[in-house]
């Protein structure tokens, strides 16, 4: 038995049905996934401060992040250690310096005004083995059907946050 309420954070461009899978697991636990601001359909009025993502905790919590959703975890748990009972961080960074804030920006640029060639790119890089030689993903890679299931949100995140 879980003996304190979870709290799964998503990455940038999801939105909380990425844990899906995850809260089928945790059946019978108290489980919260929110959209983090500027996800799920929700537009931000502006630039905003990780401070500004962290939702509202009231009792000691164990905290799940993922990428963007790792570092509000973090914050929460500098801010507020008292409320976070564990703090589990996946595939997220803690600090980034301006050069890698310029080159997220440079990426979401990139994206807004070619997402396929922006994840062509993105696969290139990594050599990845789903990238047919003319640069078009192998369409019956889990790889491409990630790359389908996340083009909503990308394309409705737009510019309503940074990264």
Known sequence: MIDAPVLLLHG????????????ALLAGADVRAPNLPGHGGHLLDGPVALRDLVP?????????GF????MVA??????????????????TVAERSPEEREAVQARLAAAEADLDASFATA?????????EPDGDLNTGSAEAQVHEACRPAAVRRGRQGGG
């Open 12 to 23: 940038v461009g999801l939105d909380r049905t990425v844990w899906d899978p995850v809260i």
């Open 56 to 64: 509202d905790v009231a009792v000691p919590t164990h905290v799940v």
């Open 67 to 70: 990428s963007l959703g790792g």
């Open 74 to 91: 973090t914050r929460l748990a500098a801010d507020h250690p008292e409320l976070v009972r564990s703090l589990t961080l996946v595939a």
């Open 123 to 131: 696969l290139a890089q990594a050599k990845h083995p789903d990238l």
